[in-house]
């Protein structure tokens, strides 16, 4: 039978645990999607065989938000800045491939205007603004002194990328 003392400790107990739900247990129902995301971007990246499967967990931990509209806005611009800096590295090294000092300078110009794009842009928008002229350096620097694996690398990018979305977007759910 219970005795009154033991029903206010099991009540302090239950509102103590419906506090710690409420404040920490969310905490680490964060961390557990977030080490589950990374785990199974990993899994897809060496499944598929990728050069670097550790760039795709690390961009898990760095698209992580605590809610998940706002994980999928982040990808969202991470994706787009990524395919805008892939695509004009690309034709810059078509126009530019056996020139290196025009395709330096063009470079330089494209990653001189995507941080400008961020600034005026204070959401996840210039996110998408960084990683255009991210992409588009590490795309550039290999290509100058060998414009032939400029297009692999590209493809490395895009498929890290993009295996990072599809784990994320099946945490989410």
């Known amino acids: 039978m ?3 003392a033991t029903l206010v400790e099991r009540q302090t107990f239950g509102h103590a645990l419906r506090d710690w739900a409420r404040t920490d247990g969310l905490a680490w ?3 557990f ?3 589950v995301a990374a785990f199974l971007v990993l ?4 499944r598929l065989d990728m050069q670097q499967p ?3 967990m690390t961009t898990v931990f760095i698209v992580m ?13 991470r994706f787009c800045g990524t395919m805008v800096g892939l695509v004009v590295m690309l034709a ?4 530019f491939a056996q020139h290196p000092v025009p395709f330096l300078s063009a470079t330089a110009v494209w990653v001189g205007i995507c941080p400008a794009g961020a600034a005026r842009n204070r959401n996840f928008r210039s996110y998408g603004f960084v990683l255009a002229g991210y992409t588009a350096a590490l795309i550039a620097i290999p290509a100058v002194q060998h414009p032939e694996g400029a297009y ?7 498929g890290e990328v993009r295996s990072t979305f599809c784990a994320r977007a099946r945490s989410a759910r």
């Open 29 to 31: 129902i964060y961390i």
């Open 2 to 4: 219970a005795t009154p």
């Open 33 to 35: 999607k977030a080490v």
């Open 92 to 95: 810059l090294i078509g126009l």
């Open 54 to 56: 550790r760039t795709a």
């Open 152 to 158: 692999l690398s590209a493809l490395t990018r895009v």
């Open 43 to 46: 899994w897809i990246a060496m």
């Open 65 to 77: 938000q605590p809610q998940s509209g706002m994980v999928l806005a982040k990808i969202f611009y």
